[in-house]
């Protein structure tokens, strides 16, 4: 290989990692669920019904979320989606927590009734 070809093939490779560089798809930032503020949620249950709560429950990808419910009847609540669940009992306080990182719309909802409580919407960012 002669010394003018291998220049070519030289400056080809500079101009295509050039190239690339300026032309790659920006990357989204990543967003550390520590930079957004925890979002807890309150629900009372009586009877299998909600009784005091919000209906929607709307957070950003990324948001630590704490699901609290307190009910007068045993029961098993459930985040479809995220297949998270938490044990009710009588009087006691039951939680489920997690980051929220999957964009959508999943319903909370109670086992034995098949009451659906809320709808958590998780928004990118």
Do not use: C, W
């Amino acid at each position: 290989m002669n010394r003018s070809t291998l220049m070519i093939l030289l400056f080809g490779a500079l101009l295509l990692t050039g190239l690339f560089l300026l032309m790659r798809p920006a990357q989204e930032p990543v967003t550390a669920s520590l930079d957004l503020p925890a979002r807890i949620v309150d629900f009372a249950v009586t009877d299998g019904q909600l009784a005091e709560g919000p209906a929607v429950v709307s957070v950003i990808k990324g948001t630590p979320v704490t699901l609290r419910f307190v009910t007068n009847q045993k029961d098993e609540a459930h985040l479809h989606g995220y297949d998270l669940s938490a044990e009710l009992k009588p009087g006691q306080r039951s939680e489920i927590t997690f980051v929220a990182s999957i964009s959508g719309r999943f319903e909370i909802e109670l086992h034995k009734s098949h009451a659906k409580l809320a709808v958590l919407e998780v928004q990118p960012h």
